[in-house]
T-cell receptor
């Protein structure tokens, strides 16, 4: 079974731009969560989707948004990028509300 | 905000020794999970222990959970250089509405010297 796939792996963007990150979950997993990891704040929960519905959201500004498609693939979007958005963005999928399986992440650098 | 506190922040040992990492948390949980991360890459799920379990084993890993003290420990026996990584505990809070929201500790950086 293929693991969680995140694309792209690396991204460099300029302040003010927007970015879209993609996540393909493990086949059969309907729950997809997104996390931001930075050296200062550690791993922080962004949001979770299940069957195309956002069920939970972390404490991030509205510039961070996401969606899930009918095939469970998910995207997250960050608009009006700031330098502080530079981070490793991790996506995880779960078969149910239990252990999460993470992708390799997308390293976003904002310059 | 981080619910978990991990101790120690860094641990350096020789190959063959055992490594113990501790995690404390603040609220009631459904389960607690341990993950490994190699050098800024993705997280690898190691083990999940439910709130009604006290100890769990998986290969060279042993996890204990003390819900009265709100703490957990991860023991890696007979460590190898390949175990060098950051280790995180993550809690799934009780209440039924966490929906994928794991709360991670700051992690323990383990270095195993050959």
């Amino acid at each position: 079974k293929a693991g969680v796939t995140q694309t792209p792996r690396y991204l460099i963007k300029t302040r003010g731009q927007q970015v879209t990150l993609s996540c393909s979950p493990i086949s059969g997993h309907r729950s997809v969560s997104w996390y931001q990891q930075t050296p200062g704040q550690g791993l922080q929960f962004l949001f979770e989707y299940f069957s195309e519905t956002q069920r939970n959201k972390g404490n991030f500004p509205g510039r961070f948004s996401g969606r899930q498609f009918s095939n469970s693939r998910s995207e997250m979007n960050v608009s009006t990028l700031e330098l502080g958005d530079s981070a490793l963005y991790l996506c995880a999928s779960s078969p149910r509300d239990s252990e999460a399986f993470f992708g390799q992440g997308t390293r976003l650098t904002v310059v | 905000s981080q619910q978990g506190e991990e101790d120690p922040q860094a641990l350096s040992i020789q190959e063959g020794e055992n490594a113990t990492m501790n995690c404390s948390y603040k609220t009631s949980i459904n389960n607690l999970q341990w993950y490994r991360q190699n050098s800024g890459r993705g997280l690898v799920h190691l083990i999940l222990i439910r709130s009604n379990e006290r100890e769990k084993h998986s290969g060279r890993l042993r996890v204990t959970l003390d819900t009265s003290k709100k703490s957990s420990s991860l023991l890696i026996t007979a460590s190898r250089a390949a175990d060098t990584a950051s280790y995180f505990c993550a809690t799934d809070p009780a209440g039924g509405t966490s929906y994928g929201k794991l709360t991670f500790g700051q992690g323990t950086i383990l270095t195993v010297h050959p």
